[in-house]
């Protein structure tokens, strides 16, 4: 399985991991007080990310995810099945804010 990279504005690495319905983040190198935390709260906390390529298994070549961000919106018919939950993964993850009201909650 491929994970994605980022880099903060301080130059720690860390892995975004999709786990159930949230994106956590998992630092891999630099110092920080946690290791894990809610990829919402690092970008809050040492935002912004810088995103690493992400190695494509399908097509053994690097593609980033603003890539199969465009190739799920463009051309939804030929987006695989991990390529659009990667992309669902990462838009709720952004969208979803801990203080938020949701529909179901009004």
Not at 5 to 18: F, Q, Y
Not at 53 to 75: M, N, Q, Y
Request: proline content about 5%; aromatic content about 2%.
């Amino acid at each position: 399985m491929n994970h994605q990279i980022a880099v903060d504005r301080e130059g720690r690495t860390w892995v975004i991991l999709g786990i159930g319905n949230t994106l956590k983040v998992h630092r891999l190198s630099g110092t920080a007080p946690v290791a894990v935390m809610d990829l919402a709260e690092l970008v809050d906390m040492y935002g912004p990310l810088i995103l690493a390529p992400t190695h494509s298994a399908v097509a053994d070549e690097f593609a980033s995810i603003i890539d199969t961000v465009d190739l799920v919106a463009s051309d939804p018919e030929t987006a695989s099945v991990e390529q659009i939950r990667i992309v669902a993964s990462v838009l709720r993850g952004i969208l979803s804010c801990p203080t938020s009201e949701t529909a179901s909650d009004r």
